[in-house]
């Protein structure tokens, strides 16, 4: 309703826009009869009174006799503009810029802003260009020209290079008579959670999928009130959910966000986020990072650039949330910025914004985060017809990038006071698409017990060393996050008391996202210092120590392992490791042997280097000798040369 009223009160604006464009033309003087003048200031009367068919008349009557009565012709033109004959408006208005006789330059102006209405765009830049070589006087004027002509040249480009748009609605599963909006997933997709308004009550509803498709929606009864339960989102692995709650009893102010988990079978009490979060403004539409420790919302809470903006804040080492910052004024403008979603890649961030160069009243843009430059890109606009002269709503986008889900009324009419939003999707174009992302599930256990544990695990970026993804395990042990293609990561799964775990994944940018990774991780204890079983342990194996081609040269890429490494020798000082080296089958068994040695010999040096002792250190190699995996594929020899250590008397 708010939105409906908003566009009328533009509406009427814009009426009464195009007649003080016209309003604006100058009268001249004419050999017009007393009679015929009058009834052209009748006509003016008629217009201002909105009586449009009765000024047509006497201007018509006015325009038989007096044919090159500028002004008549003018004011005709702006009510066939008004009553949307644009056909007709366009001819008058070129009858007048035709006929060779001095006219006002607001005529082109006027017929740009027709031009404008037909989505003709580059013909209403190029009025304005005529406008603006008219030397008008009026400085205000003359940069609404400027502004104008800029816009109506980004939507001619726009309309003449559209990206593919083919949105499918949702099946009757999601959507029904009622209004479904604000679909949110989680990170594989299994999940999805909207908003259905049933006679202006708002409610939470989730659907499984099923064989490739989503399953009768359910209402999420536990969170349901008889107050509104707005815009949300799902954690990665849809055990959280974030969501707008309003006119609440525990909220700070209007509308405060809340959170819930999912945990033996249901979803516990909805938690109002606090005050570091929650203002007495409004928050609202939350996104959750992949690794679910940085969250972005909208709010109109002071400190920002316009009326709405998005904000940020991370859980830090007390997952405790932090201090909301603002995005910046690369997201934020002095408009309404809002609706963010951030991408299971990690640095593209997707919103709409009424504030920016668009196609109409809400477009929607992308930013994308640079951590070379530790800033957000200037946002890009994802064009159209994804875009239109409409408002467009915010969009959830699939972890592989290839498919967004939003809701739309674009089934109905667009002046059906009954018409309802759906919820639809649609394959994005690869020119908007985010980085393409996979992800990483798996079940954290102690080696010993096979008993789920509580552990933090980290994915690291191998080129830049840092912390891309940081999570931790569900009460069952059990983890999932997202890994952005085309790059190297180590993941590391990390408990006070045990020994660290560490895995490698290289993502090609070619690789397939729809295929996802499940790990079975059981940390070994570390054990007391009197433990006689050590031998019961297995190695582990340094899964991201890398070295030069037949060389016993450590790659940069090693140094984060080896950090890793160091850090929990210095937290328990009483435990001696055995570091081994071992290699695959090309080359002469003795020159591996030698290679296997210096290898382990490297990595020991580096955590001498690192303070370690150099009398906790011992290291071996065994060359060729213990292979894991067969030496007849490049996978298999891969798997053979690796670096171990265990934990020795």
Not at 379 to 406: H, I, R, W
Not at 426 to 444: C, N, Q
Not at 627 to 643: C, I, L, M
Request: aromatic share 10%; net charge negative.
């Amino acid at each position: 309703m708010i939105e409906l009223l908003r566009k009328s009160v533009l509406a009427t604006f814009y009426v009464l826009f195009i007649m003080a464009c016209a309003g604006a033309q100058k009268t001249v003087d004419t050999t017009a009869d007393s009679k015929s003048l009058a009834k052209y200031e009748q006509a003016k009367k008629e217009i201002r009174a909105g009586k449009y068919t009765q000024a047509l008349k006497l201007l018509d009557e006015v325009l038989k006799k007096y044919p090159d009565f500028k002004d008549a012709r003018i004011r005709k033109a702006t009510v066939l503009h008004l009553t949307k004959d644009y056909t007709g408006a366009v001819s008058t208005y070129l009858h007048v810029i035709q006929s060779g006789q001095a006219f006002d330059p607001e005529v082109y102006f006027s017929l740009a802003l027709l031009y404008q209405d037909m989505k003709l765009y580059g013909e209403a830049a190029a009025m304005l260009d005529s406008f603006l070589l008219q030397g008008v006087a009026d400085t205000k004027r003359v940069m609404r020209a400027e502004e104008l002509r800029m816009i109506n040249r980004f939507r001619d480009n726009a309309v003449k290079h559209p990206v593919a748009y083919n949105p499918v609605k949702l099946s009757s599963n999601i959507n029904t008579e009622y209004s479904e909006y604000t679909p949110s997933l989680s990170i594989d997709g299994k999940k999805l959670v909207f908003t259905r308004r049933v006679n202006g009550q708002e409610d939470l509803y989730i659907s499984t999928m099923d064989k490739g498709e989503y399953g009768p929606a359910l209402p999420i009864s536990e969170l349901n009130t008889h107050r509104n339960e707005g815009a949300h989102c799902l954690s990665a692995d849809g055990s959280i959910i974030i969501f707008t709650g309003c006119d609440r009893s525990d909220s700070y102010g209007g509308c405060d966000l809340y959170y819930a988990v999912y945990e033996n079978g249901g979803w516990s009490k909805a938690i109002n986020m606090g005050k570091r979060v929650n203002t007495p403004a409004y928050e609202s539409q939350p996104s959750l990072s992949a690794d679910g420790r940085t969250l972005f919302f909208s709010s109109n809470r002071t400190g920002g650039y316009g009326m709405k903006d998005i904000w940020i804040t991370h859980l830090d080492e007390d997952n405790r949330w932090s201090a909301p910052y603002n995005a910046g004024p690369m997201i934020n403008t002095e408009g309404n910025d809002e609706t963010p979603f951030i991408h299971a890649d990690g640095s593209t961030l997707y919103f709409r914004s009424d504030g920016r160069l668009g196609m109409g009243d809400y477009d929607i843009y992308y930013s994308k985060w640079s951590d070379a430059g530790n800033s957000w890109s200037e946002a890009v606009n994802l064009g159209y017809p994804v875009n239109t002269e409409y408002s467009e709503g915010g969009l959830t986008v699939s972890a592989d990038g290839q498919k967004a889900f939003f809701a739309s009324d674009q089934a109905y009419d667009r002046n059906d006071v009954k018409a309802n939003l759906d919820i639809y999707s649609f394959d994005m174009d690869a020119s908007i698409r985010p980085i393409p992302a996979t992800y990483v599930k798996g079940r954290v256990t102690d080696f010993s017990t096979g008993k789920a544990l509580a552990a933090t695990v980290q994915i690291v970026n191998l080129a830049t060393g840092k912390t891309q993804y940081k999570t931790r395990t569900t009460a069952g042990g059990t983890f999932i996050t997202g890994m952005a293609l085309g790059y190297d990561y180590a993941c590391y799964a990390e408990k006070d008391g045990y020994l660290f775990y560490s895995h490698h994944f290289t993502l090609s940018k070619s690789q397939n996202p729809e295929v996802f990774f499940e790990l079975e991780i059981a940390l070994v204890p570390i054990p007391p210092k009197k433990d006689t079983l050590l031998h019961t342990f297995e190695p582990v194996v340094l899964q991201n120590i890398f070295f030069e081609s037949g060389q016993a040269v450590l790659l940069p890429a090693s140094y984060t392992e080896i950090d890793r490494l160091a850090a929990m020798l210095m937290s328990h000082p009483e435990l001696k490791i055995t570091i081994t080296g071992h290699t695959d089958n090309v080359g002469a068994a003795q020159d591996n042997l030698v290679l296997s040695e210096k290898r382990a010999k490297a990595v020991a040096d580096a955590l001498v280097e690192r303070g370690i002792l150099k009398e906790r250190i011992q290291t071996e190699g065994k060359g060729e000798s213990r292979p894991v995996a067969t030496n007849d594929t490049p996978e298999g020899r891969q798997q053979n040369r690796r670096t171990e250590f265990r934990i020795r008397k």
